[in-house]
């Protein structure tokens, strides 16, 4: 409902390293006037057959790299940011409003099953609104995802499977919920999943000491799974190489989480 044109959509739980409007100049945005970011790429699962059944043929090109297509993973977009040109995309843009309006949720008693019972919320419904539109001008950011925090030298134990034991890794692993995401340098941009070590506690603040990027797409068969996903939305990936925030990102961080802190002082004291 903004009344400029161009937006950037930034969710609660997401924070940037740089300015947003940078966003504006990339060549993905400037050539096509919306653009995407893509989510981790975890857990291999197939939607062919759902995606032809409510998309226009024939599918586009778009959809055909699209990891849910692919098979590759069950999770396409990530919904944290979005760029957008409102004028040059006004149908796809109603259309993701109904999405994830009257159509989200299922009805048991009338026997209808909801645009969520589909999806893992409300993330695919960008990309899928602008297909369902005829609407093609829209592109994915190439840079890869990953995860930012302190290095761990175990996987987690299972809280659902009491036998499960905490497993040894072998190169440097993150188990935290933020998602970090690069510029086309490779350089981090902005993150989302707040500033917890967890989703269970919001007010136990990460250590974000380094990050580390997952592997590049390989092409369009599903991959071995680089992500593990634990409760409290505590996800692991486990890389090659870790990495150092510059001076400049660390500083961005420490003032984001004294701001946290301070805040947060304030609401338990009134």
Same mark, same amino acid.
């Given at each position: ?92 843009? !109603?259309?993701? %409003?109904?999405?994830?309006? =009257? &159509?989200?949720?299922? @009805? ?5 099953? /909801? ?14 609104s602008f297909e369902m539109a005829g609407d093609l001008d829209y592109v994915f950011h190439p840079g890869v995802a990953g995860t930012m925090g302190k !290095?761990?030298? %175990?996987?987690?134990?299972? =809280? &659902?499977?009491?036998? @499960? ?5 072998? /190169? ?14 490779g350089k981090p941009i902005w993150f989302n999943g707040w500033i917890s070590k967890t989703k269970d506690d919001l007010h136990e603040w990460q250590d ?7 592997? =590049? ?54």
């Open positions: 409902m903004s009344s400029f044109r161009e937006v950037i959509f930034i969710d609660a739980d997401s924070f940037f390293f740089v300015n947003p409007a940078v966003l504006f100049d990339d060549e993905g945005y400037r050539a096509k006037g919306a653009l995407f970011f893509k989510d981790r790429n975890v857990s291999p699962e197939n939607k062919r057959a759902w995606i032809k059944s409510i998309l226009p043929t024939p599918i586009s090109a778009n959809v055909k790299h699209n990891r849910m297509w692919t098979g590759e993973s069950g999770h396409q977009q990530e919904s944290g940011v979005i760029i957008v040109d409102k004028h040059r995309h006004f149908v796809p843009l !109603l259309l993701t %409003t109904r999405l994830n309006g =009257p &159509d989200r949720d299922s @009805d048991e008693a009338k026997g209808k099953k /909801g645009v969520y019972d589909m999806m893992y919320g409300d993330k695919e419904t960008f990309w899928l !290095l761990t030298s %175990t996987h987690p134990a299972d =809280p &659902d499977k009491p036998e @499960d034991a905490p497993v040894a890794v072998e /190169g440097p692993m993150i188990c935290s919920p933020q998602l970090i995401h690069f510029d086309r340098t974000f000491d380094v990050y580390l990027e997952e592997k =590049p797409e390989e092409g369009r068969k599903p991959k071995t799974d680089a992500w593990q996903i634990h409760a409290a939305n505590v996800v692991c990936l486990e890389a090659a190489e870790a990495k150092e925030f510059t001076a400049r990102d660390k500083s961005t961080l420490d003032a984001i989480l004294k701001l946290a802190k301070e805040n947060g002082d304030r609401l338990k004291h009134g």
